[in-house]
């Protein structure tokens, strides 16, 4: 017998009716079942696993921007700019440092040479 | 397929250490949940799942997008469970020679579940159906366990269980009504010996 005639006529095939009864019986059992979850650590472990199957090399190497914040990387940028602009600034050669205006010589007074 | 698991796909294949965190915890509870039901063990449950993943990202580049990935996810956590079982199988037969050498015709009793309890109370009424069950599914043989718990504990549809384990609807139907009639079956003998 194929479904289509059991479902067009299910009184003509009371075994099949109480097989699909049955059958919806264990299916609703079956879904109640609990989901069964992993461990917190999960992971962590099978991460820890492959690293020591493959002694650290089954991972690509990781780039720098990998393992540091881009926050972090940022604030050091920053810093390190103010610090050359500082010693551009401060320095007597630096491009930034302020300019003093050389005073011209005065009449009368002594020039000096270099012995 | 999204773009997003596009993009984790790419990423794995570049062997991206945070794109396999992504992908394991995204999927780690369908996957132990499959392999503690085809196994009934958490211990072996747990250690099947983590081979599971370890294989999907060795071998992610075979992964040809044809199909879906949780798909191909689920047949790799397939294939590793019936080795298992296999395996498993082989270690209880070897054990029990063993052990029946050892104990020169002693009885031995290997019934697993042990006593049932004696006055079940509505709490512990759920605990021991959920045990029954689970050893009413361990009982099946491997082929008809695999479709039970894709399609009755997974919810997995019918062509999904086909693209899983590469057989054909009817094959899988008719493996289906099979396991549900035997589990039918030998729940009823359980209930029926309580009462």
Redesign the interface.
């Known amino acids: 017998m194929s479904d289509e005639e059991v479902d067009e006529k299910p009184e003509a095939f009371p075994s099949a009716e109480r097989?699909d009864k049955?059958?919806e019986?264990?299916?609703k059992?079956?879904?109640g079942?609990?989901?069964?979850?992993?461990?917190e650590t999960?992971?962590q472990?099978?991460?820890a696993?492959?690293h020591k199957?493959s002694a650290g090399r089954?991972?690509?190497r990781?780039t720098f921007g990998?393992r540091v914040p881009f926050g972090a990387l940022a604030i050091a940028a920053v810093l390190g700019l103010v610090v050359i602009a500082y010693l551009m600034w401060a320095s007597q050669t630096g491009s930034l440092a302020p300019r003093h205006e050389a005073t011209p010589a005065q009449h009368g007074s002594a020039l000096q040479l270099a012995p | 397929m999204t773009e997003l698991e596009r993009s984790l796909l790419r990423r794995l294949r570049?062997?991206?250490?945070?794109a396999?965190?992504e992908l394991?915890?995204g999927h780690?509870?369908r996957v132990?949940?499959i392999t503690?039901?085809m196994l009934g063990n958490?211990a072996e449950?747990?250690d099947v799942?983590?081979e599971v993943?370890?294989t999907v990202?060795k071998t992610i580049e075979t992964f040809r997008e044809e199909s879906k990935f949780s798909t191909w996810l689920y047949r790799v956590t397939v294939n590793h469970c019936k080795n298992r079982i296999k395996y498993l199988a082989r270690r209880h037969e070897r054990d029990r020679d063993e052990l029946d050498e050892s104990s020169n015709g002693h009885n031995t009793n290997h019934a697993i579940g042990g006593t049932r309890p004696t006055a079940p109370d509505r709490a512990l009424e759920g605990a021991q159906?959920?045990k029954l069950?689970?050893e009413a599914i361990g009982n099946l043989d491997e082929e008809h366990r695999v479709v039970?718990v894709l399609r009755?504990?997974e919810?997995l549809s019918i062509e999904e269980i086909c693209e899983i384990t590469g057989l054909p609807d009817g094959t899988v139907k008719s493996r289906l009504?099979r396991a549900?009639?035997a589990?039918?079956k030998k729940?009823s003998r359980h209930v029926g010996d309580e009462a």
């Open positions: 097989e049955a059958e019986e264990v299916r059992a079956l879904s079942l609990q989901k069964a979850r992993t461990r999960f992971v472990d099978v991460t696993t492959i199957r089954f991972f690509a990781r990998d | 570049d062997r991206d250490e945070r396999f965190r394991v915890n780690r509870d132990y949940n503690y039901r958490t449950a747990e799942a983590q993943f370890i990202f159906m959920e069950l689970q039970v009755d504990v919810d009504h549900r009639l589990l039918r729940l």
